[in-house]
């Protein structure tokens, strides 16, 4: 297997220092996070939590999915969670181009017909995150002693500016 090495080198180093070991799963802050898979958020760093802290769950766009929501029941019933933050971020490639257009990119770089892969662009974020917020918070699963915040982060200056 190549293209690895740097990483397993890197994790053996890690792994040198690691004394975290036997801690349990639970997100000790009770903190559950649904953001996009960017590599421009840092998630545990920008809200100050630490290891263990909070459950996460990222997909492009940082979208409440079924599979999201399925993550937050067990994050709320098994793993301590009682905030969530629904968190999109500024500059996302989702919310930049129409489904069509992500279409034309794929084939043009796979050289075939890329249309039969759903790709779920958002056409207005903030519009998306207080529906994204409210699938949480009327989910009923979900109790309303949770705390569900929707919140979009500007990759430009760091701060979350609160929406829903
Ligand atoms: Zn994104």
């Not at 793993?79 to 489904?99: F, G, Q, Y």
């Amino acid at each position: 297997m190549n293209g690895f090495d740097d990483l397993l080198a890197a994790n053996r180093q890690f792994a040198s220092t690691f004394n975290l070991g036997g801690f349990d799963g639970v997100a000790k802050a009770g903190v559950g996070l649904v953001t996009c898979m960017d590599s421009r958020i840092d998630p545990l760093r920008m809200l100050g939590l630490f290891h263990g802290d909070a459950k996460m769950f990222r997909n492009p766009g940082g979208r409440v999915t079924e599979a999201a929501l399925e993550a937050l029941v067990l994050s709320v019933h098994m793993l301590n969670v009682d905030r969530i933050l629904v968190m999109p971020h500024t500059k996302c490639a989702m919310a930049s181009r129409s489904e069509a257009e992500m279409h034309e990119i794929l084939n043009e770089k796979t050289g075939q017909d890329t249309t039969w892969q759903p790709i779920h662009v958002i056409k207005d974020q903030v519009a998306a995150l207080r529906q994204d917020v409210m699938k949480v918070r009327s989910h009923p699963l979900i109790p309303h002693s949770v705390s569900v915040g929707g919140f979009l982060y500007d990759v430009d200056t760091g701060l979350l500016e609160q929406h829903a």
